[in-house]
């Protein structure tokens, strides 16, 4: 098996042993080091939480479970810049690894690609376009609508500093703020095929959402900012499309 050096992050509540037992039991599989990042379950919203905010944009307020979860991954962003190591690969515990996962992994880490997070799988990407090819012959892609959630990613040290500087209040779960590249300028990408899969049918969720109720203005004010941020994801993805257009003028869409 190929050697190489990226950490491997596990979020996970230390009271979740089925869950950590189940990604324990993958990685010693396929003898691949990793080490669990302790999640904290929050009991009353912290100092970082922007309610005013929130509910300006939202109205409604984010659950305890998805500030917890949060707050896991920008703990895990200070711990990198802290660290000196290059990139981090950071996984929530109720994913299943594919096949690619280890060869994707080294590819990704011995690429030179710049880019800043790089989503491990691409469910619920919008209008992607190709951006490079690995030596594994995985495919990497931006995408005018980022793909779901926070299940597996590479991220960068200059990324997690981006981050940690621009997002220390909560406003938005955090797979809706990595997906704000138009406001942290983090370059987002993806790899297909996706090499794990996010396992929630078999472990549930520790997350909670539940549909909020929102008064008549809430939603209107919400239907705003909806539309602002469509607006804001259509224009930068435009602008990234275009410099590699020029940068790569063979480069196809999909």
């Known amino acids: 098996m190929q050697q190489f050096h990226m950490p491997i992050v596990v979020i996970s509540l230390v009271e979740c042993q089925d ?4 990604i324990a039991d993958q990685f010693e599989r396929i003898a691949m080091p990793f080490r669990f990042f302790d999640a904290e379950r929050f009991k009353q919203y912290p100092a970082s939480y922007d309610q005013a905010t929130r509910r300006k944009v939202h109205g409604n307020d984010m659950n305890l479970s998805e500030v917890g979860c949060y707050d896991s991954h920008y ?34 880490a011995s690429a030179g ?14 209008d992607s ?10 495919i990497v892609k931006d995408h005018r609508k980022q793909p779901f959630g926070t299940q597996g990613y590479v991220i960068h040290r200059d990324a997690a500093r981006t981050l940690v500087e621009q997002a220390g209040q909560i406003v938005y779960a955090v797979d809706d703020l990595l997906n704000r590249t138009w406001e942290h300028k983090v370059l987002a990408l993806s790899v297909t095929p996706s090499v794990l899969v996010h396992r929630n049918d078999l ?3 520790t997350i909670g959402r ?10 209107l004010k919400r239907e705003f900012y909806m ?22 003028p ?3 869409g999909s």
């Open 19 to 22: 869950r950590r037992r189940y």
């Open 129 to 138: 376009w190709q951006v490079a090819v690995l030596s594994n012959g995985s």
């Open 203 to 205: 472990m549930g969720t």
């Open 113 to 126: 690609l710049p880019f800043g997070i790089m989503r491990l799988c691409d469910f619920g990407g919008e």
């Open 75 to 108: 703990r895990i962003w200070q711990a990198l810049v802290q660290s000196g190591d290059e990139m981090w690969c950071v996984l929530e515990d109720d994913i299943e690894l594919g096949e690619g996962f280890a060869p994707t992994l080294q590819a990704i």
């Open 227 to 248: 539309g602002r941020d469509s607006l804001n994801r259509h224009l930068h993805a435009w602008q990234r499309r275009r410099a590699l257009a020029r940068q790569l």
């Open 250 to 252: 063979s480069g196809s």
């Open 210 to 219: 539940v549909k909020a109720k929102r008064s008549a203005w809430s939603k």
